[in-house]
Nanobody
């Protein structure tokens, strides 16, 4: 079992920045990728960014956040970060940290609210 705890959400004005953190504990050696998802009201959950745990240089991003968001991981701290810059109201959502084992994004955090005001 892997336990994920997110932090860093909040209210920010458009154009501002936030950094989300996700601390993992438990059987983290079974995880090979970490990611951030988000879900806005009335919309499906979407993957925002992901990173390979063993190779932090291998990342992927949703088109909507490319150039504005950066995912990174610190394996020594079992923590993954999401730096979000130039935020827009369309980024408002609950952001979830997720961990992947095998082909399954099987571990999820409780979510943290990000609200961007115009």
């Amino acid at each position: 079992q892997v336990h994920l705890v997110e932090s860093g959400g909040g209210l920010v004005q458009a154009g501002g920045s936030l950094r989300l953190s996700c601390a993992a504990s438990g059987r983290t050696n079974t995880v090979h990728a970490m990611g951030w998802y988000r879900q806005a009201p009335g919309k499906e959950r979407e993957q925002v960014a992901a990173v390979l745990k063993a190779k932090g240089s291998i990342t992927s991003y949703a088109d909507s956040v490319k150039g504005r968001f950066t995912i990174s991981n610190d394996n020594a701290k079992n923590t993954v970060y999401l730096q979000m810059n130039n935020l827009t109201p369309e980024d408002t959502a609950v952001y979830y940290c997720a961990a992947k084992y095998g082909s399954v994004w099987g571990y999820w955090g409780q979510g943290t609210q990000v609200t961007v005001s115009s």
